[in-house]
């Protein structure tokens, strides 16, 4: 009985092509997980930095109006440090990529309250000489798009 065995010569080509294919298939997903990756740890890094910023800048109002209240005024600021105290400077600061700025604003309480302490209101009360609404915006770039943070509070003179 005669055996008849038939070479199977284009089966090892067909194997590297698809091999090929898997690999490339492989290094290419795995360039665009290592860009997500980098791309995910920078936008982390800068939303830290600017809420760092923000907050710290919270901090020293809030030390501040623990000092002396009535060392706060009405405006757009910034905080400066002159190696013993904090104090505030006129303006929005720029650092390095963010810009940084506390705007203080009136308060208005209602005018009609049986309470020890009136309602906040957003018009047609009286201003408030004991409070200002302070708000603390820290904006970036970040891949072509502007990005903020803002902080707000409430800030009363209290003793």
Avoid at 84 to 103: D, N, V
Wanted: aromatic share 6%.
């Amino acid at each position: 009985m005669a055996s008849w065995t038939r070479q199977h010569t284009g089966f090892t080509l067909v194997e590297a092509m698809v091999s090929v294919a898997v690999l490339l298939v492989l290094a290419v997903g795995s360039v665009a997980a290592n860009r997500l990756t980098t791309s995910s740890v920078t936008i982390n890094q800068l939303r830290s930095q600017a809420n760092t910023l923000s907050v710290e800048a919270m901090e020293v109002l809030q030390s501040m109006r623990a000092e002396n209240f009535l060392d706060l005024s009405v405006g757009v600021f910034h905080p400066v440090f002159d190696g013993s105290r904090w104090s505030l400077a006129a303006g929005q600061e720029t650092i390095g990529s963010f810009t940084r700025s506390i705007t203080l604003g009136p308060v208005q309480r209602s005018l009609v309250c049986f309470a020890a302490v009136c309602d906040i209101t957003v018009q047609g009360g009286i201003d408030d000489p004991g409070s200002l609404n302070a708000e603390v915006k820290v904006s970036w770039l970040q891949g072509g798009q502007n990005k903020e943070i803002h902080l707000s509070s409430l800030i009363t003179y209290w003793r």
